[in-house]
Structures are given as C-alpha cells and as structure tokens.
C-alpha cells in the first residue's frame, strides 16, 4: 500500500497562477482532508471530506476549492494564487469507524508563489 | 486565537534521558488529544493519542499525560533515542472530523 500520494512534490507559481494539488489514498478510507502547515503556525485546516460527495470548510478556506472526485482523491484547486499561499500542503485521510481518530498524512507539496 | 499552545519551539536533550513535551489548550470541550512526529521533508505521522476520560495512556518509550483540570498534557519519551529527534505536534479533536494543532517543539536528541 503506497497510503497517502500527493502530487506534485514541488511547484513556484506567479502570482495569479491557477494550480491544482492532487491527493490520492488506497486506504479504503471515508475522509479526507488538506491542511497548510505555515512556521510557527502548526497544521491549520483548509477544508474536509467526510465522506464521497461531501466538503466543508474548515479553518482557512479562502483562496482555496477542493473537488472530492471519488473515493480515493481530494483534490485542492488555487484559482489565482497569492504570495500568502506560499506553504507545505498536507492531504491526510481517516477511517471515521477506526478507534484513535488519527488521521494518516501524506508527503506534503512544498508551493512557493512569488 | 490558539486553542491548542505548544510554548516551547525547541528542545534539546541528552541521548538516554527523558525527554517532555507539553500541551496547552483552551477549548474543555475537545475530548481527544493525539501527538504527531514528524520528519523534514515527510508527512507528520501518528505517535500516540488519549480520550479525556483517562488521565494516562503508554506504548512502549511513549507516554501521554492528560491534567484536564489543567487543560494540560504532556508527552514522555524514556529513554530518549537520536531517532525521535523531530518536531512534535500536539492535536485535539474538534467534533468528529477536525484536528486543532499546536504549533509544534522541535526535539533535539544529542550524543
């Protein structure tokens, strides 16, 4: 099991650029998630998927869309990206049945806009 | 405002002692709490987590504290090994599908 793909591993846009960051997981699990991970600021929430079909915002969604396509990808879409997007993108997914919450979290994509 | 406060962003410790992290948080009604490791370059992965109706959880060198009254816990590491040299993160479930952070210690295992 390869678990949490993310893809690209690197990527610099200009500023106004559009990207799309793309997540795959062969886990079988139900929920999926995108966060940011800033220095000195943790991991914050972008949006999640609680299950195929669903999306909701979750602690910084502006600038951001995201597309559930199915069950193993959650994709996260930048229509016109911004230097303040400069960060590490982390896609997680969890099992919601499985007993510790933990999520599992993929490499990152290290996004520089200039 | 930051409901989940990791006040220390380093610290070192000898190869073979104990090593500490700590945890603040804010919010009583997070009932779940994890701690995540992570590696430069890689994805934070699982460590350990508790449920706020126990104040201690173990597995094997780790071991997670909970003070609710404190609105604190704490991570353990016995005996420290130059492999957990990383960042620590600490999280708290927030309803059932998000995980608050804390800002993360970067823990320096030396010699």
């Known amino acids: 099991n390869a678990g949490v793909t993310q893809t690209p591993k690197f990527q610099v846009l200009k500023t106004g650029q559009s990207m799309t960051l793309q997540c795959a997981q062969d886990m079988n699990h139900n929920s999926m998630y995108w966060y940011r991970q800033d220095p000195g600021m943790g991991l914050r929430l972008i949006y999640y998927?609680?299950?195929?079909?669903?999306?909701d915002k979750g602690e910084v969604p502006n600038g951001y869309n995201v597309s559930r396509l199915n069950k193993r990808e959650f994709s996260l879409r930048l229509e016109s990206a911004a230097p303040s997007q400069t960060s590490v993108y982390f896609c997680?997914?969890?099992?919601?049945?499985?007993?510790?919450?933990?999520?599992?979290f993929g490499p990152g994509t290290r996004l520089t806009v200039t | 405002d930051q409901q989940v406060k990791q006040n220390s962003p380093s610290l070192s410790v000898q190869e073979g002692r104990i090593s500490i992290l700590n945890c603040d948080y804010t919010?009583?009604?997070?009932?779940?709490f994890l701690w995540y490791k992570k590696y430069p370059a890689e994805g934070p992965t699982f460590l350990i987590s508790?449920?706020?109706?126990?104040d201690k959880n173990e597995d094997g060198r780790f071991t997670v504290f909970l003070n609710k009254s404190a609105k604190h816990l704490s991570l353990h590491i016995v005996p420290s090994q130059p492999g957990d040299s990383a960042v620590y993160f600490c999280a708290a479930m927030q309803g059932a599908q998000k995980l608050v952070f804390g800002q993360g210690t970067r823990l320096t295992i030396n010699p």
């Open positions: 998927s609680a299950s195929e079909g669903t999306t």
């Open positions: 508790i449920s706020s109706i126990k």
């Open positions: 919010n009583s009604m997070f009932d779940y």
């Open positions: 997680a997914s969890r099992d919601p049945r499985g007993v510790y919450y933990e999520q599992y």
